[in-house]
């Protein structure tokens, strides 16, 4: 048998599409996404994240789909099978997906495990008669905050710490089971009930009295509030919503069945993708307009308003649960396309085994993370050091979404676009002549070589401040 039909990979496009989908969706969704389109002028924000996502966003996920498939490696290996030079400076954007992966990681599953945090306090009622202050100290608590100056080993600096723990035991143990066996397998139940509660919880906000102002507060169409800041941030969620230049959706391509449509498949993730931030919309934005409270941005709507307000509802401690749990699914199917990526890039370049890689990489991001879960807040235990002016939660966000993410863009385009051979794009794309799809792959190819280089290269300068608009 050869090395190939041994690796594992997914069993059906199906599949695949739903794991790539569960990368996709996950605390973007939630709160940054529906935020974003009500506070930069919702129908018209939307009019221009679909622009970005179709110019820039499809592109690199349809090269980054076609660098896995055709090498069938890792996010670095990649390079080197497609070049065929085994020292291929081609490498280096494999490197710079694996190093953003691991960034995120490090801030990312903070945040997870506030979110299992906060979904097993719903599940203990927890929530229950809280007040706006008491809603408020909860969340200072679960994220460190005051943990400066207190023993590394007292409570409010060891319970961030061990919620982040946790979700790393969890993904690590699915990734360990393997592709098919274990990402493959929690995923195709997670998405399901993600959709199913949040429809739920959806239909529930809808059908509260002056539920109205919320729809409103979503869909209004004003291009007066699109600013060139609300331009470029609509880029960057782009790239942040799909996962992209992570070296995701390379290894994911990777594990492509051979029938998959390379160039559909992006497009089905991103509709999707874009329905569960809308669903999440309708279930959060009804309900804070029906209860009068302003519509705050980030964490703070997730972790302080939400319960506060859900439950002053009728059904609101079972909401709250359910609207928890979801949320801690969509964290998971992102954490688990995030731990994959250096997992099979150590376990083949170093020739270890899947769960040794996979320990490895989890023990590494649970102490790094140990800083980001000390630095939430300025007055958690890590909370006073600084580099570039950020604690270190905040430097890992900027150095990845910033930095990492639009440079590995860049050249993922200029790869796909001219490095690879027209031939090769057009073999892959169209699986081997099978989907008569030319026109479409000469399209791409346009789009890979004089636009999306081009406008990825104005968000990368204009977040180092090199042009500014
Ligand atoms: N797409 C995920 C979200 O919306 C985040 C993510 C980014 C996941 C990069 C994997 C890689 O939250």
Not at 90 to 102: E, K, M
Not at 123 to 152: E, H, L, N, R, V
Not at 197 to 206: F, K, M
């Amino acid at each position: 048998m050869s090395a190939e039909k041994t690796r594992d990979g997914f069993s059906s496009t199906l599949l695949a599409l739903m794991v790539a989908l569960g990368s996709a969706v996950g605390l973007g969704n939630i709160w940054k996404f529906p935020y974003m389109t009500g506070t930069g002028g919702g129908g018209a924000f939307l009019v221009i994240y679909l622009f970005f996502v179709f110019c820039v966003a499809l592109p690199i996920m349809i090269s980054e789909f076609t660098i896995g498939r055709r090498s069938r490696k890792n996010a670095v290996a990649s390079f080197k099978v497609l070049t065929g030079n085994p020292h291929t400076p081609w490498a280096l954007t494999g490197f710079i997906g694996v190093l953003s992966s691991y960034l995120i990681m490090f801030f990312y599953s903070c945040v997870a495990g506030w979110v299992y945090c906060y979904t097993f306090k719903a599940a203990t009622g927890a929530f229950a008669g809280i007040t706006k202050d008491s809603a408020g100290a909860m969340f200072m608590a679960a994220i460190g905050a005051g943990g400066a100056g207190q023993p590394f080993f007292s409570k409010i600096v060891l319970a961030p710490v061990f919620w982040h723990i946790l979700v790393l035991v969890v993904i690590g143990t699915i990734i360990s089971l393997g592709v098919a066996k274990g990402i493959e397998k929690a995923v195709q139940v997670m998405m399901p009930a993600l959709f199913a509660l949040l429809i739920i919880c959806a239909v529930r906000a809808l059908t509260l009295p002056g539920a109205g102002a919320g729809l409103r507060f979503l869909f209004h169409v004003d291009f007066s509030q699109v600013t060139p800041a609300v331009v470029l941030s609509a880029m960057g969620l782009a790239f942040f919503k799909l996962s992209l230049a992570m070296g995701v959706m390379i290894t994911y391509g990777s594990y492509f069945t051979s029938d998959a449509d390379l160039t559909s498949s992006p497009l089905k993730i991103a509709v999707a993708d874009i329905c569960v931030s809308m669903l999440a919309g309708l279930a959060i934005f009804p309900t804070v307009f029906s209860f009068g409270v302003e519509p705050g941005a980030g964490p703070g709507l997730l972790f302080i308003t939400i319960p506060l307000i859900f439950s002053q509802m009728p059904f609101g401690q079972i909401l709250l649960f359910a609207f928890f749990l979801l949320t801690a699914f969509a964290a998971n199917g992102a954490m688990l396309s995030l731990v994959e990526v250096p997992t099979i890039w150590l376990s083949e370049e170093f020739n270890i085994s899947r769960k040794k890689a996979a320990l490895i990489n989890c023990v590494l991001i649970g102490a790094v993370g140990v800083l980001s879960a000390g630095s939430a807040d300025a007055t958690g235990y890590f909370g006073g050091f600084k580099f570039l002016g950020r604690g270190f939660f905040d430097l890992f966000d900027f150095l990845s979404s910033n930095l990492l993410m639009p440079i590995g863009g860049f050249f993922i385009a200029v790869f796909a676009g001219y490095v690879m051979k027209k031939q090769d794009l057009a073999a892959e794309l169209s699986n081997n002549g099978t989907l008569n799809n030319e026109s479409r792959v000469n399209f791409i190819r346009i789009l890979l070589r004089y636009v999306t280089p081009l406008l990825v290269l104005v968000i990368l300068l204009n977040g180092l401040g090199i042009i500014k608009f």
